[in-house]
DNA sequence: AATTCGTGGAA
DNA sequence: TTTCCAAGAAT
């Protein structure tokens, strides 16, 4: 085939696929409705990106929504504190890209407020790597920039059948992205490509008999599309255990537990967390409770992370609850949050876990 | 280049 | 139940 009928297909592609996002893409909240007289906001368009970063539609939905309320602007939220951003993205996972976000907002709030508008510019901001600074050149700025995220992946390995296994096969995908993408439009088109990967072209048993592209794929015309993209066997995940300490104190009524600050790199950096053994550290905790007593087991908590599964388990002080000040306070830096509103603490999920199953214990004792 | 970063939903 | 995996980035 020469060079100007490959263009020819790739032209037909892009038009099929966007004549197929008219009619049925998605409406998503961070999307402005077809034909809007205004474009997107930059400051939604990159939010929600960041947001999406290896995190499905449905579980960024109602942060996005709760993050463009409270912070309508990039900078509001570069006035934001980064204990309220850590604490609003509690639950989201992927807590670095919270300290990201922050540090982006700030650096786009010191030159006025303004995304850069070009692809080169945007990879420069912190927490965009080549996916997000691609998407919002395309969907903020109508920039044509090839975007390559996982659903692209598998659309373009399957229409062309690219059999090479991940992650060597992505210079090749690549290639084959470019080809197909539009200089008009392509905001819209990358779009589109992750609503067909979403909705048509899934991992498993894609709908080939409502895709657009179907005419044009050799992937579909090999029998077994769903085959592709080919990858590599995963590892398996190593156990881990642990033990978290759940301290209390009473005070006038009022009942408090204690929290520390993680440190701000590695898991779970920069959240609120009860103390804990130090399991993250890339063995089972060994580490000492920051109150010395009699410790028992008040239960445990089973969590998986990306590389390891982790038994944590919950240790506390029982008739221990009635703490004087200053009378066996617990070692190192921290802060008595009151149980009323741990929900407001912004504790991940695994603390969260933790922390409701303290709760229940006391409600229920063994 | 291979690891290290969460979480929850679907099949 | 287990497995897979989602609009990836940083190092």
Not at 63 to 84: G, H, K, M, N, Q
Not at 123 to 132: D, E, I, K, M, S
Not at 232 to 260: M, N, Q, S, T, Y
């Amino acid at each position: 085939m020469d060079a100007s009928s490959d263009t020819a297909a790739s032209s037909r592609i892009a038009q099929d696929l966007l004549a197929w996002y008219d009619a049925h893409g998605r409406t998503l909240p961070w999307r402005v409705a077809p034909g809007a007289a205004a474009g997107p906001d930059p400051y939604r368009v990159w939010l929600s990106e960041v947001m999406l970063q290896q995190t499905t539609v449905a579980a960024v939905k109602s942060y996005f929504a709760a993050f463009t309320a409270r912070w309508p602007t990039v900078e509001a939220l570069a006035a934001a504190s980064e204990e309220d951003v850590m604490a609003a993205w509690a639950g989201l996972g992927y807590y670095a890209r919270a300290r990201n976000l922050l540090a982006c907002a700030r650096e786009v709030a010191a030159r006025g407020g303004r995304f850069p508008d070009t692809e080169e510019g945007l990879r420069a901001l912190p927490g965009l790597g080549a996916y997000t600074a691609a998407a919002v050149a395309a969907i903020a700025f109508g920039r044509r920039a090839v975007v390559v995220d996982a659903n692209v992946e598998r659309v373009v390995a399957r229409l062309f059948a690219i059999d090479t296994p991940l992650p060597a096969a992505r210079p090749l995908i690549r290639e084959g992205a470019d080809a197909v993408t539009p200089d008009e439009r392509a905001g819209d088109f990358a779009q589109a490509m992750m609503d067909l990967g979403a909705t048509i072209c899934t991992p498993r048993a894609p709908r080939c008999l409502l895709c657009p592209l179907a005419a044009s794929c050799a992937g579909r015309a090999s029998g077994e599309p769903e085959r592709l993209p080919v990858k590599a066997a995963k590892k398996a995940k190593p156990a881990r255990r642990g033990r978290a300490f759940w301290i209390e104190r009473e005070r006038g009524g009022a009942r408090d537990v204690w929290l520390v600050r993680r440190p701000g790199k590695g898991m779970l950096g920069g959240m609120r967390a009860l103390p804990d053994d130090g399991w993250s550290a890339r063995a089972d905790g060994s580490g000492d409770p920051p109150l010395a007593g009699s410790w028992e087991s008040a239960g445990r908590v089973s969590h998986v992370f990306t590389h390891f599964a982790l038994e944590l388990e919950l240790a506390v002080l029982p008739g221990e609850r009635t703490r004087a000040p200053g009378q066996g306070e617990p070692s190192g830096p921290g802060e008595w949050w009151p149980v009323d509103r741990l929900d407001e603490a912004g504790l991940p999920t695994l603390f969260a876990k933790a922390a409701r199953l303290a709760l229940a214990a006391e409600r229920e004792p063994a």
